[in-house]
Nanobody
């Protein structure tokens, strides 16, 4: 299964971006059952989970993005979105999506990320 992230770009601090992740080869019933997450990796840092959404629609966020980022999913289209607002330079990173197990283990190989660059 390959998950494809898109929507990144260059934005000024305080701006907004909406990232999209699509799973074109995942069958719908599988997508419905998966917990889906957005991760990011900044240069020299480990990849971290910034937002997750369970199969039931419950959401979780890293403290650093709470109140600024919103994750959502469209199960009909097999897409996951990350609405990012009030962006900060420290949000600059490659962003990826993946499915994760209830214990937090990512389930698929990492696909191509999308670069978000926030200028000050």
């Amino acid at each position: 299964v390959q998950l494809q992230a898109s929507g990144g770009g260059l934005v000024q601090a305080g701006g907004s971006l909406r990232l999209s992740c699509v799973a074109p080869r995942m069958i719908s019933s599988t997508f419905w059952s998966k917990h889906m997450g957005w991760y990011r990796q900044a240069p020299g840092k480990e990849r971290e989970l910034v937002a997750g959404i369970t199969s039931n629609g419950d959401t979780t966020y890293a403290d650093s993005v709470k109140g600024r980022f919103t994750i959502s999913r469209d199960s009909g289209e097999k897409k996951v979105y990350l609405q990012m607002s009030s962006l900060r330079p420290e949000d600059t990173a490659d962003y990826y999506c993946n499915a994760y197990s209830p214990t937090g283990t990512v389930e698929y190989n990492w696909g191509q990320g999308t670069l978000v660059t926030v200028s000050s």
